[in-house]
Structure formats: structure tokens, C-alpha cells
């Protein structure tokens, strides 16, 4: 299955620290950092990279020695590249305490500019499949999504429910995703999706698990706890194990489960995708998790 990506690189310095500081002069102590390329669009393409399907990517970048650290990257890593060149390469600084969580700091971000999405329309139609991130160029693309009718999946990150931002990839996308850190009332929300003809809409809730609905109800899984080393593109691994359930024909809670199994790698690891992501590896972990949840779940 081919699968396009539109959106989302960055380059990230990572830093490690016991706990968030307050907003006061004071020393910090970094416990370890690191640097590599990041953000939703990257760490969506290498995780379904390795989870067998036929990727390709395009997302902004700039002619500078980050961008041809993602570049180089993705070549690697098997993923077709298709950069949009601006002044520079967007940058992160994400602060990650022990607990997991993190602050992400936008350091640098590139020109706006428009794009000539009918340079591309030839990706676009070749597609089986899309995911468009809410990159604020993304929005070019979607007239020629609806010509040629193609699925869109959505990740909407930390939608609160009312960022404008998010009005055009909301009403253009037919499955959607989101984490419900932000939304108090998330159910409520993904009922409304599904009243206004959106075919799957999946909730992370961290510690909580996740749940999907579609036109056959609420399904939901139990969360695990495991040591965590970094969260950094837990939510994109998610989408790429639930994407290869779904597209394969698996029911909503054996996907959600594939999900959780690649986020799950993601957060044993410090790069954006565990090196130990492979088809085998999820349907492995996923044979041994399928029978512990049947019987949660008194699953006959």
C-alpha cells in the first residue's frame, strides 16, 4: 500500500532533567541530551516505513546542514523525500522530565510561503492512502485530496476543541486522531465527529490507554506500565501500528493494541522511532498482548 505524508520536520534537541523548573533565575542540570531530526511527519513516515508500507513524504525543510541531516535520514531509512526548500530548517527544543513529559520549545521556524501542490499531483494520485499533519502549508494540498477523493487520516495532537487552526484538517479528514490531554469532554467531541460523517475517530489517553469510535460504537484498550526513557513521537508510532491493524483489516481494538505496541517501542527508546520497530516485532508482541486483553476483556 502506498501512503503519502504531507507535513511535519523539524530538527530537535532533545534535553533530559529530574524535574520542569519554575519560572525563576536558577541553574538546571541536564541530565543527558541529544539531538536528531523529529516532528510529526518524520516520526509518522520511518515508523510505517518499518512496518512494511510504501512511504513517501513531503514536508519543509531548508538548505542547511539540518535539513541534510533529514534528508540523509530518510534515505536511510528507506522513505521517499520530497522537500520543499525554504530559508531554514524548522528547530525544537523539547524538555523532557522523568516522568515523561515534556515542553517543547519551537526555537526556529521557516518563512511562510505557498506551495505549488499541482507539482505534485502525480504523488497525490498515486496514492492509496494520505495522512496530512496540521502543518499550516498542508492546507494547499487539500483541493487536490478531494479531487481525487482520497482517505485522509488526521492526527490533531492536543486539540482543545475550539483552536481555529484546526477547522480545515477537521472538516477535510475522514478518520482522525487526537490525544485528549486537552479535552475534558473528548467523548462528546468524537460523538460530534461521527455525527457529521467522519468514519473513525481515535482518543490517546496517556496513562489511560486510547479509544476508537466508529459507526459501531466505542472500543477502548488498557494502557501499560513500562519504564520510560523518551516520549518523543510516541503519539506518531501509535497512528503507524493502529494505521498497519486498520489497513490490514484487523477490528478497531486488535489496531488500537498494534498501536500501543509501537508507541510502546518508541518510548524504550530515545530516537523517534525504536530501531527494534519491524513487522515482525509487532505482530510478535501483538500474538501475546491479543491473548492477555481477550481475557481482560472476556473476549470469546
Do not use: W
Not at 30 to 55: M, N, Q
Not at 245 to 265: F, P, Q, V
Amino acid at each position: 500500500m502506498k501512503i503519502l505524508v504531507l507535513g511535519g520536520a523539524s530538527y530537535d534537541e532533545i534535553l533530559h532533567v529530574d524535574e520542569f523548573f519554575e519560572s525563576t533565575s536558577s541553574n538546571v542540570f541536564i541530565k543527558k541530551s541529544y539531538s536528531e531530526p523529529g516532528s510529526t511527519g518524520i516520526g509518522k513516515s520511518i515508523a510505517l516505513k518499518k512496518l512494511g508500507f510504501d512511504v513517501t513524504f513531503q514536508a519543509v525543510i531548508g538548505d542547511d546542514h539540518c535539513g541534510k541531516i533529514i534528508t540523509d535520514t530518510l534515505k536511510k531509512e528507506g522513505v521517499k523525500f520530497y522537500p520543499f526548500i525554504s530559508d531554514k530548517t524548522e528547530k525544537h527544543i523539547n524538555i523532557m522530565n522523568k516522568s515523561g513529559q515534556r515542553i517543547s520549545i519551537v526555537s526556529q521556524v521557516p518563512n511562510q510561503f505557498e506551495i505549488d501542490v499541482y507539482k505534485y499531483e502525480k504523488l497525490i494520485k498515486d496514492a492509496d492512502f494520505v495522512v496530512l499533519n496540521i502543518k499550516n502549508y498542508c492546507r494547499y494540498f487539500i483541493p487536490l485530496l478531494k479531487k481525487y477523493k482520497k482517505p485522509i487520516f488526521c492526527d490533531l495532537h492536543d486539540y482543545d476543541g475550539f483552536n481555529p487552526h484546526h477547522q480545515d484538517f477537521i472538516l477535510n479528514s475522514d478518520h482522525l486522531f487526537f490525544s485528549s490531554e486537552k479535552m475534558k469532554n473528548f467523548e462528546l467531541f468524537m460523538n460530534k465527529m461521527l455525527s457529521h460523517g467522519k468514519k473513525l475517530i481515535i482518543a490517546t489517553k496517556a496513562e489511560d490507554g486510547a479509544v476508537a469510535l466508529d459507526k459501531n460504537g466505542f472500543v477502548d484498550i488498557p494502557s501499560n506500565k513500562i519504564d520510560i526513557i523518551d516520549t518523543n513521537g510516541a503519539g506518531d508510532n501509535f497512528f503507524a501500528g493502529f494505521l498497519y491493524g486498520y489497513l490490514n483489516k484487523h477490528n478497531l481494538r486488535d489496531s488500537l493494541l498494534m498501536g500501543r505496541i509501537a508507541a510502546e517501542s518508541c518510548i524504550q527508546s530515545e530516537k523517534i522511532v525504536s530501531e527494534d520497530l519491524s513487522l515482525e516485532y509487532l505482530e510478535e508482541k501483538y500474538k501475546k498482548l491479543k491473548i492477555i486483553v481477550e481475557k481482560l476483556y472476556d473476549v470469546v
